[in-house]
């Protein structure tokens, strides 16, 4: 049966060799038997047999529990492959920015220090040429997020395969990106001499924070002001508990500072980067924040540090019964989510348990988890299909993806360079 | 090395010359006897001696005689004087200062991405500002009577003075510290020359790194060697800057360096050149012990130490790692530790902030164990003897230069406090000097009460307390000028009455009158009962005993280092990188370094056995790409072509990386210079030999490379909008700089092959060409003994430089990143270069747009040699998931993908026939790991380097649990020296930074070690 996905590929590369269009909406209800399903919520069926049709899931069940008529369904067989829920990026600048280095193409860093106003939903660019590479390995879903200054903009979760960023909206202006200011931060041109600085401006950072809350959460209870104050406009939702805070922190007393704010304005808040919280488990617990840890990836942030200390980090908020989940800042980086999921797996977590991090903890951190982040009856057939485990990059290889039902072409840039050269020198 | 030190220094010459007979005199003559004697002295002596009842015996500056009271011939007219009490010392001596320089202007450079520019120095100098042999203290110097007073004060009475400016500096002269003329202070114009690793007032960009710095300072050497003959055949103009570079080659260098591995460093510019440093030090050499004690080289010594960290905040306190707080502990005893281990050192005042301090320090010095007479020595005969001025300074002998202090107190007593200096023969006397010393007990009547006087402090600044009487506490003040004496006295009660006294004193009374609080005249008088004893706590002298110094100096370096074990890995499945594929259930033995056998069944002997069932065993990766363990300044780049530097002279041992990446499999990696120009700088080639000096880090066995760079970053493309200016600012222009190189390393390689088929005679005769290091290493490429890693991404630019190598007859050896290779993998193939690339990153410039991760896989697949590699200190942690992922793109397989970051990388780097396999006789380095290497879920529990097991997984929870606890133990000693009121500063880390090839940071331009 591994034939019928293979032509199912080929039917979708066909004639799609310049650009990867959208998919079409969802005609026919879609069968996939005998894979193996990893729920998104630590379970897994082993045998599975996962149904959707007009863009939602079905069924989703053991096929030696039920018996089935397929009369009608297009019948994909996954034997021996796994399927897992579309896996979702926090944190990420995707379709914000092209080329990095090319300030023309950077859409992400807005002038100004406090700029809640400023929304990346609309500089979303769904035909950048780094999308279609991150779907390839399953990402189907992104929070795009404005960085620079205080309060940076906000942010928006859109899925990966649309035409424009109407289409593309999953949740729009979800979030307000508060950056930190670090208590100890890297100063300086000179970085070699200064190294790690107390930070001298931390506490008027503080204040000018505090002196902005108090002033939109203020305008927030004017029903109708005289004057509209677009950034305080963009605040309100935060303080009408639509909105989340995203509190982008690293170090314990950053954090700890924070987390007081999260109290005296009463908010929903989510902390972002979030390095050190697995110092201060009980603190950050009990002030009912999530994380959305930083990449695994990522150095020790001391010397003396354990040098495993950023693998452990996921497992230890874990245990701590914290939500948390995993993200890779950057945008073409956001490709490898599944594998830094894979490496906390060493760590002390369950794969199924690593799985949530970029699945489930994901959407129900980011509020969307109605729809998004497990194979459950009733929510989106956002989902893929891989030939192996999908932590691992030596198993991992989609085979075929869906976003609300619609198979999209997985297809990209680099494949297509990829088959040119192969072509071009006759390689297999 | 000492030999040369003498020879050399018999070109210097002393007089002290303390009149001028060629100047006219306003006046009449002033030449005086000038003989003079202090008697009942307690001199200082060389070797410790110290002499109790002693006479010394000065005429016209020198000192003619010294001796036992009575037993010292006193020639008639000589002025006595009575020492009793006091103490007489040798003046000390600081060969590090910059006393009567002017002022160095610190302006700040002008952006660094200028086009390089040449010195506009005025008058016939060589090129690069920072080279200033031509300063001559000498021929700035101006003696200043409040900074030389202040100095005789802290018991100096002579510095070699010199400007702290630039990489060579010039001469330092000596100069007496008295109140004379220029004329009559400077000793000795020419004593020393001094060189640093700071560029100091100069304007040019060149040299931006530590390296570069380096680099400049051999090539000025072989530049003077070439000046020198070509000049002597009238072949070359005349070079102000090389012509007075031949003096410096005839004088000591002081050499001011910030920590021990640049002290290191700048020793092998000394052994390459055969001239003796000196090195100023930052007072951390005990960390490298043995280095010094082997190198016997002289050190000048800070007495600054590092302040404790404010750590009352345990959340703060992290970022002090425990290097810092260990230095902080142990710095002081570094002098005490050199002196055990024999490493020759005196002190210098330089960078002491508040120089009152300077005796306290020496008091801390003396507690941390280094002993009285080693400390004198240490600031007397030893500084005179390192520049060979010892037979005119540093002691009190006959014959010497009368430099020499009187105080009434030892120099490690808190009361010590010079009265009077004499320099040259000439007496400067404390302001404060009365010729008696008036502490002690008195008893004092003022009109017809009597009360209990106690005099203590210091002889010129005695302090007065008053005995209770009738059980009323009374406070009293004293001061004085000459032979005159006051006093006031005032009950502590709510009367606030005064008596004000006002009389003078002989040695042992006090006489005098004054006015009551009634405003009635009194008479009063102070009757000593009994002279001053100075009972101030004598401080315990014992060198404290700090546990062995990890190495490297860092919280997991080790205490004690790992041999070289005998192990006999049982079961494993072992991942050759060689043919043999991957061996299911084998053994492997490693002994002596070396991987002895491979099989089945092998006996263990005396082998340690390891159970490796279900681990994997492979070779240690190794990474093409890496610029962790770089001390200041990975990119020099300040120039199109910068063949000459070497990251072989910044590679830092100290580096945690080394550590961190030891735990993810990672054994050896090539060092690069960054990709900041056309022609960067040649490569270092290292084995992660944890704790070992960078020397020996190095592999001997590899071939020498030098990183080339094309595209966007050696054109500037990334540095803003107003670097346009450096030539090349397009792939063109880089194509014609390496064009251009190479035809001047041809034309160089020519110049000497016809100057080497002289005969000897005619050799002598000719004009040698003048050695030059960035054409000697691009001629070494000519000649395929050095090797290129070029930085790369577009397939036109990689065309084009291997067009380039085929018209000058070399290969490329390697295209380093390469993200576009797939485009040009047949020509790779044919031209015969290897390509070193990263997994999977694209999109972050524009020349990567076309980046794709199959890239690996079809650079294998066409059979061109390929390797992964992490440019990253984090990806360095896990190059193994990095390989994996060359399975998922571009279906390799589990033995391609292994060899891309095992034996590829030593094919590239030409180290295969030692290391990247497990193949029988190659160094044992390798990994033991837990699960398959490619799997994500995979850790090393194992790491070997020759044989040498230099992380173990399960020995990381006993390395953070002392780390843990001696971090405890010194955050609680700094804070009791918080309590006991040491100033702090906040915590803060020194930085090592994590460098990428786009890194460049002007890394010379500070001045925090220059003198004020």
Redesign the interface.
Known sequence: MKHVIIALLVFFSIGKSIAQNPAPPQEKPVLIMNATAHIGNGEVIENAVVGFEKGLLTLVADARTIRLDTTGYRVIDGSGHHVYPGFIAPNTQLGLTEIDLVRATRDYAEVGEFTPHVRALIAYNTDSRIIPTIRTNGVLLSQIVPKKGRIAGTSSIVQLDAWNWEDAVVAADQGVHLYWSALYARRGWWAEQKGVEKNEAWSKALQEVRQFMDEAKGYAAISDPETIHQPFEAMRGLFEGTQQLYIHVNGVQDIRQALTLVEEYDLEAVLVGARDAWMITDEVKAAGVAVILRSPHSLPGYEDADVEQPYKTAQILHDAGIPYCLSIDGSWQVRNLPFVAGTTVHYGLTREQALMSISSAPAEILGIDDRYGTLEEGKSATLLLSTGDALDMRTHNVVAAFIDGRQIDLNNHQKELYETYKEKYGLE | MQKIWWTLLLSCYSVVVLAQPTFPVNGVQDKRPERFALANGTLHLPAGEVLSGGTIVMEKGRLTAIGVDGEVEIPEGTVVYDLAGKHVYPSFIDLYHSYGMPDVAHTKLPPRTLPPRISEKRGAFGWNEAIRPEVAAADHFEPDEKAAKAMRALGFGAVVTHQPDGIIRGTGALTLLGAGSANEMLAMPQVAAYYSFHKGSSQQAYPASLMGAMALIRQTYYDAQWYDKAKALDGTGYDATLEHMQQLLDLPVIFSVRDNLTALRAMQISKEFNHPFLLKGGGDEYQKLDAFAELGVPLLLPLTFPKPYDVT?P??A??V???DMMHWERAPANAAMLAEAGVPFAFTLDGLDKKKQFWQQLRKVHQYGLADSLILKALTLAPASFLGIDKDYGSLEEGKVANLFVTAAPILSPHVEVLEHWVAGKRYLHTDYPRYDRRGQYQLIVAADTFQLEVTGTYAKPKAKLQLRDSVAWKAHIAGQGDLVQLRLSPKDSTNNYWRLSGKATAKEWTGDGIAPDGGQISWRAVQTAAFVDTSDQDSVALPSFGPVPRPF???GWRSAPKAQKVLFTNATVWTSEAEGILPETDVLINQGVIEAIGNDLEAGDALVIDATGKHLTAGIIDEHSHIAIS?GVNEGTQSVTAEVSIGDVVNSED??L??QL?GGVTAAQLLHGSANPIGGQSAIIKFRWGALPEDMKMDFAPPFIKFALG?NVKQ??WGDHHDERFPQTRMGVEQVFYDAFHRAEAYLDEWETFNQLSRKEKELAIPPRRDLELEALSEILLEERFISCHSYVQSEVNMLMKVADSFDFTLNTFTHILEG??V??KMKAHGAGASTFS???????EV??????NAA?LA??GVVTAINSDD???G??LN?EA??A????GLSEEEAWELVTINPARLLQIDHKVGSIKRGKDADIVLWD??P??????PLQTYVDGRLLYDHSQ?AAQ?AW?AKE?QRLIQKMLQAKEKGAATI?????????YHCDDW?N?LE?F?TTAP
């Open positions: 905040d959340y703060a992290r970022h790692p425990l290097s860092v919280g997991y200041r945690i990386n550590f961190r735990a966007e493309s990334n797939y485009k993998a047949d999977d990153w694209w999109a972050y410039k524009y747009i076309d980046a794709i991760p199959y079809l697949r066409m200190a984090e990806m942690r896990r998931q994996a992922k399975m998922k793109y571009g699960d398959n490619l799997s994500v879920y995979a850790k990381l953070k780390i971090r906040m915590p803060s880390k020194q930085e090592h930074k994590l940071e890394e500070d925090t």
